[in-house]
């Protein structure tokens, strides 16, 4: 008995699920081990936290309150955004708290500090503070006692110390002082932010938020009450790229040696400017712009996987019409 | 050894047995979940003794003589009686108490989620994306009115009201598909990069 013959569209639709894994695989592994310089567009949800950010840079009379609300399942989008807003802070000397309300955050929050902190020389205590695990249950009632006293709220930081006594609170009141909070998590968590700092208070809310959570947020961005927001693996590549054009740019000075000089946000700038991968020596400044060379490439497999197994469905659709 | 080196070979074999459950299930896919969720409950047991037992019950109690702080840590093991069959009744005392900061989130919440948001959405047509947000809330809203027919006029405003939600439902997809990818993206990294030193 002759075999039936069979198209390369049935072939197609007939694929086991593992050779796409494969290829997809290989469509991440090839270009992280060849890598290339893909230009990363900067959007403006972006562009305002890092203006919001730096607008602080220098005072001892603003903060930055970084939450973290995610366990290691997400680290992969939102560590390299941590990691940046860190480095920004640190390069700029801008005041930073960190506070976490899950446990497995905990060791996810030191690992960032300590991550950002390597090659600048800043002190728990004047520069940043870690005020530690703090319960979820008592995550409103500490909300809404930030807005009257924020030592007082958080009564002791992450190494046991009475956060009224240490230097940086000096000049920090409440949310008049800390006036951004940037919330990174892969769930809706950040948005009680919006409902009570924001609403009650009037704070500055931002969030870091996995891809997945992004599109839904877009509203509050519209509505302005998130004054910015980076949204996955992208919004990470973002903000690593405005940190390196921007916050840690480097100029020659009359001797020809590279010396710090950190300029202000300008979309010229950013629009014309090229980094090469191979020219920023530490990886983890980098992380997240490496990784969205091979999303781009895993991409375009998806889309003409996408596209195949379209076509492979009309014609198949097409054949038993034709038959019936 | 390095304690780095070490951690990174427990974290890779972790990592590739996870992964070997997209060929099939086996012993190693099996392994790495159960100890996943235990070192999850391990570390969190202590650290929750450590950053809420201590300084919200123990301290205030036993150091500080706040006697007080007796009656909600009472209330809260209640909660034990879940496991009881004739007396899980007790555990809704502290239930109920927990409700009280919905309860409290309730107006902010009116005021966020929805008055914000009806006034961002009533803006002056003076661009393009007013419109299409005025055009895009009218149309969606009269699709979820059922008291009425689909058909018609009306059945067309509801027909765009479909489309937009569609281009909504494609960004989020769109946006998951990254997500999913970023993840793997993570781990390969994570193999290639620390583990293998292969990522400049």
């Known amino acids: ?324 | 050894m390095s304690f780095e080196t070490i951690s990174n070979f427990i974290a890779a074999f972790f990592t590739l047995s996870i992964f070997s459950f997209l060929y099939k299930d086996n012993p190693f896919y099996k392994f790495a979940e159960a100890v996943f969720i235990g070192v999850s409950m391990g570390y969190a047991i202590p650290l929750i003794y450590k950053d809420v037992f201590t300084p919200f019950v123990y301290r205030p109690i036993f150091v500080e003589s706040k006697f007080w702080i007796l009656i909600p840590a009472l209330m809260g093991s209640l909660y034990v009686f879940r496991f009881s069959k004739n007396l899980s009744w007790l555990s809704r005392y502290p239930i109920v108490f927990g409700m009280a900061i919905v309860g409290m989130g309730v107006p902010l919440s009116m005021h966020s989620y929805v008055l914000v948001q009806m006034r961002s959405a009533m803006l002056p047509f003076d661009n393009i994306n007013t419109i299409l947000i005025f055009i895009g809330t009218v149309s969606i809203l009269l699709y979820f009115f059922f008291s009425r027919e689909h058909k018609g006029v009306y059945g067309k405003v509801t027909n765009v009201g479909i489309w937009y939600m569609m281009v909504g439902f494609g960004a989020s997809f769109g946006y998951t598909v990254m997500a999913r990818i970023s993840l793997l993206i993570g781990r390969i990294q994570f193999l290639l990069g620390d583990c293998l030193g292969l990522v400049k």
């Open chain 1, 1 to 324: 008995m002759a075999e039936k013959k069979i198209s390369f569209y049935e072939r197609m639709q007939a694929l086991d699920r593992r050779y796409i894994y494969l290829v997809v695989a290989l469509a991440i592994i090839i270009p992280l081990l060849i890598p290339f310089n893909s230009k990363t567009y900067v959007t403006e949800p972006s562009e305002n936290i890092y203006k919001k950010i730096d607008s602080f840079a220098g005072r001892k009379d603003r903060a930055v309150l970084l939450s973290f609300t995610h366990d290691a399942s997400t680290m992969a989008e939102l560590f390299p955004m941590e990691v940046s807003i860190l480095r920004h802070c640190f390069e700029r000397n801008i005041l930073v708290f960190t506070i976490c309300f899950l446990p497995q955050a905990k060791p996810l929050m030191d690992y960032a500090l300590q991550t950002a902190k390597e090659g600048y020389e800043v002190q728990s205590g004047i520069d940043y503070v870690n005020f530690g695990y703090k319960p979820w249950a008592i995550f409103v009632p500490l909300l809404l006692k930030m807005g009257d006293d924020i030592a007082e709220a958080v009564e002791t930081d992450d190494e046991g110390r009475i956060v009224n006594n240490l230097e940086i609170m000096k000049e920090i009141k409440n949310y008049n002082e800390m006036n951004l909070i940037v919330d990174f998590s892969g769930s809706a968590a950040g948005l009680r932010w919006i409902t009570y700092a924001r609403a009650k208070f009037g704070a500055n809310v931002a969030l870091g938020v996995t891809a997945v959570m992004a599109a839904d947020n877009y509203i509050y961005l519209q509505s302005g009450q998130l004054t910015g927001m980076l949204g996955g693996l992208k919004g990470a590549a973002e903000y690593e790229k405005l940190v390196d054009v921007f916050a840690t740019h480097k100029e020659l000075d009359e001797n020809g040696i590279l010396k710090p000089a950190p300029r202000e946000f300008s979309k010229e700038i950013i629009k014309e400017s090229w980094i090469k991968m191979s020219d920023i020596k530490n990886r983890q400044h980098k992380t997240a712009r490496i990784g969205m060379n091979a999303q781009t490439v895993a991409h375009i497999m998806i889309i003409v996987f996408i596209v195949l197994g379209n076509i492979g469905y009309f014609v198949s659709k097409r054949k038993t019409e034709k038959v019936s």
